[in-house]
């Protein structure tokens, strides 16, 4: 939100500084996160004097230009070469000296420099008004009032408007602060706290008056839940034209495009005291009559950016006697709208139910000034003022006459809410004692009536704008929030309590996993829960049925919350790798979202992903690609960390992956891993390879928490290794060697290990060769060469017997 420092100071005289004021803001909770400065003119015309030209002859080398001298106040004219056609001797006129700065009207900056025209040196320029950014017209240069002394800077006669504009990050809870009033509101309470004397003034209205009732608008409001209050009234004789510059000053200050004097008058009013208004062209409302209420779901409406949009049956609408001409609180319609042609208008102020608006603005993709005040809540009770306070801004901009009586249907009052605070309960949150007397100045300084004062507490009644206080929590923090954070000091006593906890809570599981994995160059990433549901598609494990959706999505891409970890990491994949970061090793972990059956079910993951090299290029170490073995290696190490070392490897049934594996325990799935399918990875736009893991965190907790983990003294006699150079046919996997080699030697033989891999010349077809090592050990005595030749021949027996397998 953009809140102007000039506009500010309408509400409040103040003399501080505009990073003085923002400091202020901030500690008020109006957390102000930018400041600019602001120039109706940029550059403001720093530079640019007023000059009398005394001479002005032919340029003895181009027929269009002239040669002047120019007085600008200072010992000696300047020399100027000009090709404006109007210039003459004894004209006052605007003149950018040697290194000032003007702007193009794309905003292009441009500086004067000495130079030489056609063989004519020139020491500055006279400017038209576009070169200045004061106008359009580039027919010739200005020419001032001949009384105007010579050397006067040209930013004192010319309006130039100099501002700087606070942008404020507004939190949703702070609906009252939507407008200059209200931010000027809160900094009144700062100051006051401050002990600074100050002014607080508010627009008047004491000139509205009705000229006349030559036109009538009757209203019915047919829905007053949707829209609790309503007023309006007509303003004739009209002309629509361009706003005056105050005006357009400051609306483009706040950012906003000024369009005509009427609108610009209602979105001035929006700005400056939080209430939205419209006005409509008297002459297209149908029947001199306006009907709030719903219609029917499939009507088509066409908006004022000329899109036609179906109509949900929740959808309030403003109509006349025939058609739709405005979504309430959201849009106005194409054919309703003021044009050039004006002259009369019915002028609308109301406060619609916030949820309706919201869900109306949403459903459309619309977020108007208007709807993001009205879905966060308005003060119910400026609306009449607001409306008088447009009408006479607009009879000030405009001209016209007030022709009706102000419509006001408030069938039920929102009134102030009734909040009791204890003193003692106030110490208690805050942490220290504030002195009542400062509590009760705080709250009057927020227009929080104190109704009641005993030695316990207060009886307050908070306005109705304010719709985020209704409980003695919000009292308080209104309270610390004016007092000053900074100001509470920090207690020399700290107090603590131990939870009791076992060492197998989920956070501190996956503490131990993260930092593993940290440790081993995986960075951490956490991802949007929301998705868009199109995901779906990308795999046949996942079914439409079963996604989960959003009632009231911030998007379509954003409607229903994910039933899988993957995409949102190939996202973030695909994100890195489109900078250039393409080495990737991330995991995260996060929770999946289910209906079943009519029920919602959610589960725990942990995601692994790997891309790219497995390390940075250096100059002592080559680099190397990720691949399969390098992540179940990864995967191996977490589950040996968790202590779980038995486990099945079956082949993945998962149709994200091109291959892969997935481990099991009896009927309980614990990790699927492998090459993620590259159409899925077209889907992002990667190109290079993606590894995934995904595993089953929830199984994997209940695991490690029945693991029952003994330990043992390091065995004091040595191990011996022996190695095989096996051939065998192609279909033989490792698991088969190192099942066979577990079966026949199951006390002696500690580790099975295959080392290398060999396929090629010098081997029969079908066949490959395999190098595995096998480790022994007798923890109670030294091995001897009779035992380890006895076991290896065994080996050797049966990987001939089952395998068919030869030694090389």
């Not at 219609?295 to 109509?311: I, Y």
Request: glycine share 8%; aromatic share 8%.
């Amino acid at each position: 939100m953009k809140i102007s420092y000039n506009w500010l100071k309408q509400f409040i005289k103040i003399d501080w500084t505009p990073e003085q004021t923002s400091e202020l803001l901030t500690n008020l909770g109006l957390e102000v996160e930018g400041i600019e400065a602001y120039q109706s003119v940029k550059g403001g015309l720093e530079g640019v004097v007023v000059g009398e030209v005394l001479t002005c002859v032919q340029h003895p080398n181009a027929d269009k230009l002239k040669v002047t001298t120019v007085n600008i106040g200072d010992e000696t004219p300047l020399q100027i070469v000009c090709g404006a056609p109007n210039v003459a001797a004894g004209q006052k006129v605007p003149v950018a000296t040697i290194g000032t700065t003007l702007y193009t009207e794309t905003g292009e900056a441009w500086t004067i420099k000495k130079g030489k025209i056609r063989g004519e040196e020139s020491h500055g320029m006279i400017c038209a008004e576009d070169e200045l950014g004061l106008g359009k017209s580039h027919d010739g240069i200005m020419v001032l009032d001949a009384d105007i002394k010579v050397g006067t800077p040209a930013a004192a006669i010319f309006d130039v408007e100099n501002d700087h504009v606070f942008e404020i990050g507004l939190t949703p809870n702070r609906a009252d602060a939507m407008s200059h009033l209200g931010t000027a509101r809160d900094l009144k309470a700062g100051l006051i706290q401050k002990e600074t004397t100050l002014e607080f003034i508010t627009p008047s209205v004491s000139a509205f008056h009705v000229d006349n009732r030559t036109l009538r608008i009757d209203v019915d409001v047919k829905n007053k839940e949707l829209a609790p209050r309503y007023c309006g009234l007509t303003i004739s004789g009209i002309k629509v034209k361009e706003s005056p510059v105050w005006l357009q000053h400051r609306l483009k200050a706040i950012g906003l495009n000024p369009i005509n004097n009427i609108v610009d008058a209602t979105n001035y009013v929006l700005h400056d005291l939080g209430q939205p208004l419209h006005a409509f062209d008297a002459a297209k409302i149908s029947g001199n009559k306006v009907v709030v209420k719903t219609l029917a779901a499939g009507t088509k409406f066409v908006t004022l950016d000329g899109v036609e949009r179906t109509l949900h049956e929740d959808d309030l609408m403003i109509c006349d006697a025939e058609k739709p001409m405005c979504i309430a609180g959201v849009f106005g319609g194409i054919h309703s709208g003021v044009s050039e042609g004006t002259t009369s208008i019915f002028l609308e102020s109301a406060y619609f139910n916030p949820v309706s608006v919201r869900k109306s603005a949403k459903r459309h993709g619309l977020n108007t000034d208007a709807s993001f005040r009205f879905e966060r809540g308005i003060d119910p009770n400026i609306t009449e003022y607001a409306l008088k306070r447009a009408a006479l801004l607009i009879q000030e901009v405009a001209g016209g006459e007030i022709t009706s009586d102000i419509v006001d249907i408030y069938p039920n009052k929102i009134e102030d809410f009734q909040v009791r605070l204890s003193f003692e309960n106030a110490k208690k949150l805050i942490g220290e004692e504030i002195p009542k007397e400062i509590i009760k100045r705080i709250l009057t300084s927020l227009e929080i009536k104190v109704n009641s004062v005993t030695e316990t507490g207060l009886g307050l009644m908070v306005p109705a704008y304010r719709n985020d206080v209704t409980r003695e929590a919000d009292i308080i923090e209104e309270i610390l929030r004016v007092y000053g954070y900074n100001n509470i000091k920090t207690t020399e006593k700290l107090n603590a309590s131990i939870s009791n906890s076992t060492r197998f809570e989920d956070y501190k599981i996956q503490n131990l996993v993260g930092n593993q994995l940290a440790s081993q160059g995986f960075f951490e990433i956490l991802s949007n829960s929301l998705t868009t549901p199109n995901y779906v598609a990308l795999s046949d494990q996942l079914k439409e049925e079963h996604n989960i959706s959003i009632l009231n999505p911030l998007s379509g891409d954003l409607s229903v919350l994910r039933q899988s970890l993957v995409f949102s990491g190939l996202e973030a994949i695909s994100f890195n790798i489109n900078r250039r970061r393409s080495d990737l090793k991330l995991f995260e972990f996060g929770k999946t979202y289910h209906g079943y059956n009519g029920k919602h079910e959610e589960f725990k993951h942990l995601s692994v992903f790997v891309t790219g090299n497995q390390n940075s290029e250096n100059w002592n170490s080559t680099t190397k690609k990720s691949d399969f073995f390098f992540l179940k290696g990864n995967i191996i190490s977490l589950l040996e960390r968790l202590g779980i070392s038995r486990y099945n490897e079956l082949p993945v049934e998962n149709d994200l992956f091109s291959e892969g594996l997935s481990f099991s325990l009896g009927k309980m799935k614990l990790i699927d891993f492998g090459l993620i399918k590259k159409p899925i990875l077209k889907h992002f736009d990667i190109s290079q390879d993606v590894l995934y893991a995904n595993f089953y965190w929830d199984t994997i907790l209940n695991i490690v928490k029945r693991n029952n983990i003994s330990f043992k003294a390091i065995p004091k006699y040595p191990e011996v290794r022996r190695d095989f150079a096996l051939l065998l046919d192609d279909s033989v996997t490792f698991e088969s060697i190192h099942k066979i080699a577990k079966q026949s030697e199951k006390q002696l033989l500690k580790d099975v290990n295959l080392f290398d891999v060999y396929q090629g010349k010098n081997l029969p077809a079908g066949k490959k060769s395999y190098a595995v090592s096998f480790t022994l050990q007798d923890e109670n005595k030294t091995l001897t060469d009779k035992q380890i030749d006895k076991i290896m021949k065994t080996l050797q027996t049966q990987f001939e017997i089952q395998l068919g397998a030869e030694l090389r």
